[in-house]
C-alpha cells in the first residue's frame, strides 16, 4: 500500500464521519414536521398547528408561543371560541384542540387568535387549514323497524334525547378536568372502526355513525378515558345505556349501548376509572362499545385523542 493511498482512505474515512455527524445532528434538530404550520406573528407570537391540510372528523393540536407579557388570549375557528390553556404554570406555550367536525363542508378555514400587547393594545394573528372531505365508506345494515320508522311517542323521545345532548355540547366548561394523556375506553381492545360511516338502514339514509365501535363482550368493564365531571348517566332511545363526561375546555367523550351503568350525573371520574359494563341497548346489531368524541361540538374521530401527546 502506497502512502499516498492510505492518506486518502484516511481522509475519505474523515470526510465520512463528518458527513455522518452532520446528518445525525441534522435528525436531531427539531425542524419542521412535514404538513405543520408554524406561523410567526406580530410581537414574537407563534402559531402552530399540527396540520395545514386536514380531513372531516380530525382533531388539530395546536399551540401558541409568545413573550409572557402578552396576555387575554383568544382563539376562534370559524366563528366558534377555541380555548387555550398552559399546562404546567410556568410554561410559556398555550395548547388548544380544534375539532373538525365529521360534516364540515370541504373548504379553507382561518384559525385567529387574538391577544392583548404590553402596551394593552389588542393583536391578533391567523393560520390556514385546509379541511378535504373524509373518505367514509358506507354501511347498509338491517336493524328493528322501531328504531327506523319510531311511532310518534317513541319519536318524541329521540327528540328530546337529542335537544339534552345539544344543550350538553353547546355548553363549555372553562376548567380543564383532565391532565396528561387519554385512554382508550376498554383495556386490551386496540382497535375500534366504524368511524364516519354513511349509514342506510332498512334501505334509508341516516345521520353518519359519529362515534368509534368496539367489539366486546356484553359485561366487559369500561372506563373513564380521562378525568371529568359526568355529565349525562341515562337510558336514551338510539344509544341505549349512555354516559356522557365532561372533561372541560368544551371536550366531551360519551360511551354508548351499556349493559350497566356505573356512574353518576354530576360525579367527578379519573381516568381510567370504570363506569359501566359493555352492552347492546338502543339501536344496535349487537354487543360492542360506541365510543364518541365531540370537541366544541364538532363530531371527532375519538382515536386521535389517544394519539396525542400530553
Ligand atoms: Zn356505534
Not at 101 to 125: I, T
Not at 237 to 264: F, M, P, Q, R, W
Request: net charge positive.
Amino acid at each position: 500500500m502506497s502512502l499516498t493511498s492510505h492518506f486518502r482512505r484516511r481522509e475519505r474515512k474523515k470526510i465520512l464521519g463528518i458527513v455522518a455527524l452532520v446528518a445525525g445532528v441534522l435528525a436531531l434538530a427539531p425542524g419542521p414536521v412535514p404538513g405543520q404550520v408554524r406561523k410567526t406573528c406580530e410581537g414574537g407570537v407563534t402559531l402552530k398547528l399540527n396540520a395545514g391540510v386536514t380531513a372531516q372528523g380530525s382533531l388539530l393540536i395546536v399551540e401558541v408561543a409568545g413573550p409572557k407579557l402578552l396576555a387575554e388570549f383568544a382563539g376562534d375557528w370559524d366563528g366558534r371560541a377555541i380555548p387555550l390553556w398552559r399546562e404546567g404554570e410556568k410554561s410559556g406555550t398555550l395548547h388548544g384542540l380544534i375539532g373538525v367536525d365529521l360534516e364540515k363542508a370541504p373548504g379553507r378555514y382561518a384559525w385567529k387568535v387574538s391577544w392583548k400587547n404590553a402596551a394593552g393594545e389588542a393583536k391578533s394573528c391567523s393560520a390556514f387549514v385546509t379541511v378535504r372531505a373524509g373518505k367514509f365508506p358506507t354501511e347498509r345494515l338491517q336493524v328493528e323497524k322501531q328504531f327506523v320508522q319510531p311511532d310518534p311517542e317513541q319519536q318524541k323521545r329521540a327528540e328530546e334525547d337529542q335537544k339534552k345532548m345539544r344543550a350538553i355540547f353547546e355548553s363549555v366548561t372553562p376548567e380543564r378536568y383532565w391532565d396528561g394523556k387519554f385512554l382508550l375506553p376498554l383495556k386490551g381492545v386496540t382497535t375500534g372502526g366504524n368511524f364516519g360511516r354513511r349509514r342506510i338502514l332498512n334501505g334509508e339514509a341516516r345521520s353518519p355513525h359519529a362515534g368509534v365501535d368496539f367489539p366486546a363482550l356484553a359485561g366487559t368493564p369500561v372506563f373513564s378515558t380521562q378525568g371529568g365531571k359526568v355529565a349525562l348517566a341515562e337510558e336514551l332511545y338510539y344509544s341505549g345505556n349512555t354516559i356522557v363526561i365532561d372533561h372541560g375546555y368544551g371536550i366531551y367523550t360519551l360511551y354508548a349501548h351499556l349493559s350497566e351503568i356505573e356512574a353518576k350525573a354530576g360525579q367527578m371520574v379519573r381516568a381510567g376509572e370504570e363506569i359501566g359494563k359493555v352492552g347492546a341497548t338502543g339501536r344496535v346489531t349487537g354487543p360492542h362499545l360506541h365510543w364518541g368524541l365531540t370537541v366544541e361540538r364538532a363530531r371527532v374521530n375519538a382515536l386521535q385523542i389517544v394519539q396525542r401527546k400530553p
